[in-house]
């Protein structure tokens, strides 16, 4: 092949899987298209989920009649933020308003002694299979496995064993009822790849989708993805762990992909930062702001953005930012 046709090849492969490893990222295809930060709204000054003496992570909601039920993970403020590894465990909060504020409810699962699950409970992730309630959740790194319910209340019913090796698990239920999971996994490397996982149903087998390679273009990393369907595929929200993508190391970066085996960046810019805009016109700028959850309507359009937020003073809390009914239009 002639050189010049080679370079022509070799560029044509690297625009069309996002570049080479180790490069900064590339440009979105449609640097013009409408990221999620451009239907946020100011956040209720009073609502989200907030508990005296807490810290609250990794929240998640469902519907069910007019209430809204939030699942959250929940360890004692007085072991700080590195706490989650020992005390972390699962709460339901509740609200009939989708912003809240929610109100704490009952504790859901705690770690147990002599089973996969018995250093924490963490990561939790409520979603509806058919008929049944599934809470998904992490012990360990790269243990991850789930509780079923007849009732969004339980009694719940836990597995014997983790059911996929990854964290951070965000979960697609199709119309079908087959699983589409989309999380994190530290490599030899140390590099956070962005995995996948399927499966026929809630119950397995999960299957490793493309080996475990990590689908995020240019091998940049990940941490706590948040997943929805709209525009005709998979749209993910995630907090960019070095800020390979978006320059912000943890700021959030938005992805999408038609097939859920090639993720490309939508926009550089940054969907969320540390500081929250609020309804009085205040704002607040946090030391750390993570694990997003988007919430859609039943057209599919993302209507909220939670967010785990660690102010410089107090435990974290889980705050809502409304969001402009936003469909991706790249």
């Known amino acids: 092949m002639k050189p010049q046709l080679w370079l022509v090849a070799a560029l044509s492969l690297q625009l069309a899987f996002g570049g080479f490893a180790g490069e900064a990222p ?14 946020l709204l100011p956040a209720p000054k009073h609502g989200g989920f907030a508990m005296e003496d807490y810290i609250l992570w990794c929240a998640s909601v469902i519907k069910v009649g007019d209430t809204y039920h939030m699942f959250a993970s929940r360890w004692p403020a007085q072991y700080g933020l590195g706490g989650w590894s020992k005390y972390s465990e699962c709460v339901r909060a509740t609200s009939t308003n989708l912003y809240g504020p929610y109100t704490f409810q009952e504790v859901v699962l705690q770690k147990r002694t002599n089973n996969w699950d018995n250093s924490r409970v963490h990561n ?3 979603v509806k299979a058919g008929d049944k309630f599934v809470l998904y959740y992490i012990n360990s790194a790269n243990q991850t496995g789930y509780a079923v319910a007849d009732a969004v209340t339980g009694p719940w019913t836990r597995l014997d064993e983790p059911a996929m090796k990854v964290s951070n ?4 239920v199709k119309p ?22 399927t499966a026929p149903s809630y119950a397995g087998p999960y299957s490793v989708v493309a080996n475990g390679d990590n689908l995020l273009a240019n091998n940049c990393e990940l941490e706590d993805p948040t997943i929805w369907w709209a525009n005709n595929q998979y749209n993910l929200l995630l907090n960019d762990w070095k800020g390979k993508a978006t320059g912000m190391s943890k700021g959030g970066a938005q ?3 038609k ?26 700028t946090f030391s750390r702001r993570e694990r997003p959850f988007i919430y859609t309507n039943e057209k599919g359009e993302a209507i909220a ?3 785990a937020c660690l102010p410089k003073a107090g435990p974290a809390r889980v705050v809502v930012q409304p969001v402009k009914n936003y469909t991706p239009q790249n």
């Open 124 to 126: 939790v992730k409520i």
């Open 305 to 307: 953005l939670f967010t």
């Open 176 to 197: 079908d009822l087959s699983i589409y999971v989309f999380g994190r996994l530290k490599d030899s490397h140390e590099v956070n790849r962005g995995i996948a996982f």
């Open 169 to 172: 698990p965000a979960i697609f």
């Open 255 to 257: 992805y999408f992909s």
């Open 26 to 39: 590339p440009t979105p295809a449609k640097p013009e298209a409408r990221s999620l930060k451009d239907c």
């Open 259 to 284: 097939d859920g085996l090639h993720f490309q960046l939508l926009s550089r810019e940054p969907v969320f930062t540390k500081t929250v805009p609020y309804d009085d016109g205040t704002s607040e």
